[in-house]
């Protein structure tokens, strides 16, 4: 370049000095020599011109192809020359190796997101309104894709100090810990946030810790009333003692009975809610969701039960024994619900979620459950049955949790319920 520059030095001197050698030659009125010396001054020009042309034309060449992100091009010299060449292999050059930062800059990049999208947090970037401008894989599994948070996660965001919010997406509830990250880039505030679904892990809890309490208090329990019946049955055994009368007997024998009948009842209790702390490992196969639906309809032939058997052979991956009965309790349920309705209608269907996990639906058009007790129906010995044991939804939610996946439900009290089986994929 700095040849470069030198000639185009020349060239200017080279025309200033022929101007004024024209001028006056001119002046002297040597026609001839002044005829020459304007020749020379148009040649050198238009050399010049054609130049800084060739330039400009490289140049143009060089921002069309960063502006259209054209970086494979490779430049010419304009004309046969030193100078053109080197510059034109310069230019060549810089091209070359921009197109080498770009190309380590976009794998950097997709390096990161590949990265976040296998991590299990959900990542969302989002600015200040909530428009969410990017999503990792695990926030699209979780709040499908959307393009504005939803309404609880922005107040949480904007308030920045709750820790874990419950959120409905899918036909799913999401407890999530959130932390919220601000910051400002290019004079433009976002955001960014991570969220953990923690409702899995409190279940689990949950679960982990009612079983627990449960065999705490029936071995209690049962080490009580295991004496208490065996004294009671050999107390009722024995013969009728030369110091006490028959009437007397006759009193101490009733109580004794009373006794082993109150307590074999009591044991009974007991051993039917041990069996929640008994729930078998599941031993998952292939299961197709139309054989499952088939078999459920010969248990509940009823007219009024509909099973909404998919077209495709969609399968799932279960203990079929085990989720067969939490659908069977939940379909005896039902009935019971729809047992005052003269219309009577229940509904087990299969669905897909925008986030590519299958739903398995059971919904009845019964009583409903009051919003007071919505919450409560899935804790153990908890019931609103007159004869109820209070371990069948329990015991349903267990058997999903132990599956990976988690059951919810809606309902509306007059209106009926709707039981949502979400399995993971």
């Not at 059971?362 to 019931?383: A, R, Y």
Request: net charge positive.
């Amino acid at each position: 370049m700095k040849r470069f520059a030198i000639r185009v030095i020349l060239h200017i001197l080279f025309i200033m000095l022929l101007s004024i050698g024209s001028c006056l030659l001119f002046q002297k009125q040597l026609w001839f020599s002044t005829v020459i010396c304007i020749i020379l001054l148009i040649t050198f020009g238009i050399h010049l011109y054609r130049m800084q042309f060739k330039q400009i034309i490289l140049l143009r060449r060089l921002t069309d192809g960063l502006r259209y992100n054209d970086m494979m091009q490779t430049f010419h010299p304009p004309f046969k020359n030193k100078i053109m060449n080197e510059w034109a292999k310069e230019l060549s050059e810089s091209l070359k190796d921009f197109r080498g930062r770009l190309l380590a800059e976009e794998i950097k990049h997709q390096y990161y997101e590949n990265l976040l999208n296998k991590v299990d947090t959900a990542v969302l970037v989002t600015d200040k309104a909530g428009h969410i401008e990017w999503m990792n894989q695990a926030a699209v599994t979780h709040l499908g894709q959307i393009s504005q948070l939803p309404e609880a996660l922005l107040r949480a965001s904007a308030i920045n100090d709750i820790p874990i919010i419950r959120i409905e997406q899918n036909s799913t509830v999401l407890e999530m810990a959130i932390s919220c990250t601000k910051f400002v880039t290019q004079g433009k505030e976002q955001q960014i946030i991570s969220l953990k679904n923690i409702h899995s892990v409190l279940e689990r809890n949950e679960m982990e810790a009612w079983q627990k309490l449960i065999r705490v208090l029936t071995h209690e329990i049962m080490n009580s009333i295991t004496p208490i019946i065996s004294l009671s049955e050999t107390l009722s055994e024995r013969g009728i003692p030369k110091l006490l009368g028959e009437k007397e007997y006759s009193i101490m024998l009733q109580a004794m009975q009373t006794i082993h009948r109150r307590s074999k009842g009591l044991l009974e209790f007991v051993e039917n809610y041990r069996r929640l702390t008994r729930i078998p490992t599941p031993v998952c196969t292939k299961v197709s969701i139309t054989e499952l639906c088939m078999d459920l309809k010969k248990l509940f032939p009823e007219e009024y039960i509909h099973f909404e058997i998919p077209s495709s052979d969609l399968t799932l991956y279960i203990d079929r024994a085990q989720i067969e009965q939490v659908l069977i309790n939940l379909l005896k349920n039902a009935r019971e619900a729809c047992g005052r309705q003269s219309d009577k209608d229940i509904r087990v269907e299969v669905i897909i979620s925008p986030a590519g996990n299958k739903l398995l639906t059971v919904s009845d058009n019964g009583e409903g459950i009051l919003p007071d007790v919505l919450d409560k129906i899935f804790v153990p010995f908890f019931t609103t049955k007159t004869s109820g044991s209070g371990i069948g939804l329990s015991l349903c939610k267990q058997i999903m949790t132990l599956h990976e996946g988690s059951i919810n439900v809606k309902s509306e009290s007059g209106k009926g319920s709707k039981f949502i089986l979400t399995f993971p994929k």
